[in-house]
């Protein structure tokens, strides 16, 4: 069954310093990829996608990820922390069956934190 | 900037009443989405809607859930008779093709007591 994991569920780094947040994901074909941001009273904003191409894709905000099919990765990263990174990260999976329409399996989330 | 909305935010309800969650998606999308998360726990995919009917729905989605679009704008859930695991937060989203970007809403609290 197609799963995505997120083994860190709570990250807490110095503002300034780099990121990465862990994403694997199991599936059995090629798999649409996201990862969304969640803010404390806010929906989920997308921050990035991944559907085919080049495997380092640029999202908003100075973060990118990186999918690695060998590894069934999908890392996100941002060099420089700000403080307003704070909140939660998603890591999604696109299922893509035939007349599916698309829905998300989500990660469990990391909680990212920021000391200033 | 089009956002998708989410009303109420937050919904108490007792055990074995109705709730209807209300969503008013981003109006040129054509497919329409609910996820829910339990405290703690991943967001769960629900179903989708497209064309006014369901294109496909998860093993949570059973009978005592419902959507429906009652006319051009707005996008609802309905759990006719709420049990106390029900609570969650309830997500909209929406997308204007398959596979496209989902947008998602802000959310609506529901707590069953």
């Known amino acids: 069954a197609q799963s995505v994991t997120q083994p860190d569920i709570h990250i807490t780094v110095s503002e300034g310093a780099s990121l990465e947040l862990r994403c694997n994901y199991s599936?059995?074909?090629?798999?649409?990829l996201f990862w969304y941001v969640q803010s404390p009273g806010q929906g989920l904003q997308l921050l990035l996608k991944y559907f085919s191409g080049d495997t380092l894709v640029q999202g908003i905000k100075g973060f990118e990820a990186e999918f690695k099919r060998s590894q069934s990765s999908f890392n996100l990263r941002k060099p420089s922390v700000h403080w307003s990174d704070a909140a939660e990260y998603f890591c999604a999976v696109g299922v893509n069956y035939g007349g599916s329409q698309g829905n998300l399996i989500f990660g469990k989330g990391t909680k990212l934190s920021v000391k200033p | 900037e089009p956002e998708v909305t989410q009303t109420p935010s937050h919904q108490v309800t007792q055990m074995g009443q109705e709730v209807i969650l209300r969503c008013v998606p981003i109006?040129?999308?054509?497919?329409f989405y609910w996820y829910r998360q339990i405290l703690g726990q991943k967001v769960e995919f629900l179903v989708s809607f497209y064309n006014n009917e369901i294109s496909e729905k998860s093993e949570i989605f059973d009978d005592q859930f419902s959507v429906e679009r009652p006319d051009g704008s707005n996008f609802t859930l309905k759990i006719r008779s709420t049990k106390l695991e029900d609570s969650a937060m309830y997500f909209c989203?929406?997308?204007?093709?398959?596979?496209?970007?989902?947008?998602f809403g802000p959310g609506t609290r529901l707590t069953v007591l």
């Open positions: 109006s040129n999308h054509l497919y």
């Open positions: 989203a929406s997308s204007a093709q398959w596979r496209a970007e989902q947008f």
């Open positions: 599936y059995g074909a090629t798999p649409y």
